[in-house]
């Protein structure tokens, strides 16, 4: 059996609602699926001594599980003062904006669709609520408008769909690109090296425990898939959809179809490099 600790990036293990790290509360929706793995992760910031909170994805529209993290918030003593959203895909944004009404909080969002109220998100950006910190950290590749937040008291990072706590995220081609997620992946990289980022809280599945770790083996696996989808095409496979049937036949096939948008944004960054 292989134990977590030698899983990429040490997954702390089963996905539950609670207490992640001192600043940070995780409240699991119920939106489990093979894109999704347990569901959404929303996250809970605070200081502890903070009756004001931030909440990172509030989720699908899902009436009970926005009234669970309006819930968790009270039994903790807690006003939820700003959400944040880290990119707008369904499963993190849907239910952004129910979840304004019941909070009366602002929604802020780098897509100027997304948000409610006049203020967005701008890259280094420092967001303050109730002496709690975030810094915005620009993490393009999934979507165009993916973000991350850096939570330094916590040395802990909110990676959304960047980095996930089980296995690979896909790039949502075309508007996501792979040029950008690879550079992303060397941002937060950066983050682990030079501001001692230690844990990452992942839009979906397990906190993960070593988050230099988690970085290097999605730039490896990276590396890995854009070589056999190149050797690939080298090898007459023309089509999005016969590499995916040749370089990921040992995938689950539900997957297939994110897998092909990972693939259109890996031969594009081959087409711009001139490698096929």
Request: proline fraction near 6%.
């Amino acid at each position: 059996m292989t134990g977590a600790a030698a899983l990429p990036g040490q997954p702390r293990g089963t996905v539950v609602s609670g207490a992640a790290t001192e600043r940070a509360v995780n409240i699991l929706a119920p939106n489990p699926s093979p894109m999704t793995l347990d569901g959404t992760n929303t996250w809970l910031l605070s200081e502890p001594d903070s009756p004001l909170a931030v909440v990172v994805d509030p989720g699908p529209l899902d009436e009970g599980h926005l009234r669970a993290v309006v819930d968790t918030a009270e039994r903790l003593g807690k006003r939820i003062a700003l959400t944040l959203l880290t990119h707008g895909h369904a499963d993190h944004a849907e239910g952004a904006g129910r979840f304004a009404e019941l909070t009366g909080s602002k929604v802020r969002a780098l897509d100027p669709a997304l948000r409610l109220g006049d203020e967005g998100l701008r890259a280094s950006q420092a967001v303050r609520v109730g002496g709690l910190e975030l810094r915005v950290v620009p993490t393009p590749g999934h979507t165009a408008d993916s973000l991350s937040f850096h939570l330094p008291a916590d040395r802990a990072v909110l990676t959304g769909d960047t980095i996930l706590g089980r296995g690979t995220t896909m790039v949502a081609h075309p508007d996501g690109r792979l040029g950008d997620y690879l550079d992303s992946l060397r941002r937060l990289r950066s983050l682990t090296v030079d501001d001692g980022v230690r844990t990452v809280l992942p839009g979906h599945g397990p906190v993960l425990e070593d988050a230099q770790g988690a970085v290097e083996f999605y730039l490896a696996h990276r590396a890995s898939r854009l070589a056999q989808v190149e050797t690939a095409v080298e090898d007459g496979y023309r089509t999005a959809s016969e590499v995916v049937a040749h370089v990921y036949a040992d995938v689950d096939r539900t997957l297939w179809p994110a897998a092909e948008l990972s693939v259109r944004a890996q031969l594009e960054y081959l087409g711009e490099h001139g490698l096929i």
